[in-house]
């Protein structure tokens, strides 16, 4: 059974760096082709693609947000985690991550297990 | 940048169909999912790969793809189904994007 789960502060001062964690269980970040991504959504707003990162430790950004953004993962602790600096009030949101299978064979590039999310305000 | 867009709402009576579109370049060269998003939850993915269901999704619900859209159909809407839907898919570079969201209002 996949399991993902979000942690990290609930608020954060304007121009601080955010730092999210994500611990997962049922399944290896080292397995081939498999991946975990970032996701957030603003209040009342869509969804919002942030970062991937495989099992082989290749990365991809969020075009509009890569310079802000790091991702990175320690299979050991089964986590995967975020970083984003010089955060905004527009950055206010709940931050999910999620599980995305082995694509190498299915071309499968959604994620089919999300965590709960966890909520950040940005204020000062 | 890759976009996907949707319309923001589609509005329908219990028992008909609600079809839902997701328009993007990239559409005839990667594969598309629909996540169903209800509030204070996770989405969840309702179709994948453009036309398959996921064990445990009703069949009312069904995909297809033309071209540069993707359809999202709802047969039989029931209440149930009033939720956020979003479609998703890739560049070419993997890079992974999202579309503004259907709000489906059940009549």
């Known amino acids: 059974q996949i399991t993902l789960k979000e942690s990290g502060p609930t608020l954060v001062k304007p121009t601080q760096t955010l730092t999210l964690t994500c611990t997962f269980s049922?399944?290896?970040?080292?397995?081939?082709?498999?991946?975990v991504a970032w996701i957030r959504q603003p209040p009342g707003k869509a969804l919002q693609w942030l970062a991937l990162?495989?099992?082989?430790?290749?990365?991809r950004y969020s075009p509009s947000l890569k310079t802000r953004l790091a991702i990175t993962k320690d299979t050991s602790k089964n986590q995967v985690v975020l970083t984003m600096t010089n955060m905004d009030p527009e950055d206010s949101a709940t931050y999910f991550c999620?599980?995305?299978?082995?694509?190498?064979?299915?071309?499968?590039?959604?994620?089919?297990?999300w965590g709960l999310g966890t909520l950040v305000i940005v204020s000062s | 940048s890759y976009e996907l867009t949707q319309p923001p709402s589609v509005s329908v009576s219990p028992g008909q169909t609600a079809r839902i579109t997701c328009s993007g370049d990239e559409m005839p060269k990667q594969y598309t999912f629909w996540y169903q998003q209800k509030p204070g939850q996770a989405p969840v993915v309702v179709i994948y790969k453009d036309t398959e269901r996921p064990s445990g999704i009703p069949e009312r619900f069904s995909g297809s793809s033309s071209g540069t859209t993707v359809t999202l159909t709802i047969s039989g809407v029931q209440a149930e189904d009033e939720a956020d839907y979003y479609c998703q898919s890739v560049d070419s570079s993997d890079t992974s994007v999202f579309g503004g969201g259907t709000k489906l209002t059940v009549l």
């Open positions: 049922g399944f290896s970040l080292s397995t081939s082709g498999v991946s």
């Open positions: 990162i495989y099992w082989d430790d290749d990365k």
């Open positions: 999620a599980h995305r299978r082995n694509y190498l064979d299915t071309g499968y590039r959604g994620f089919d297990y």
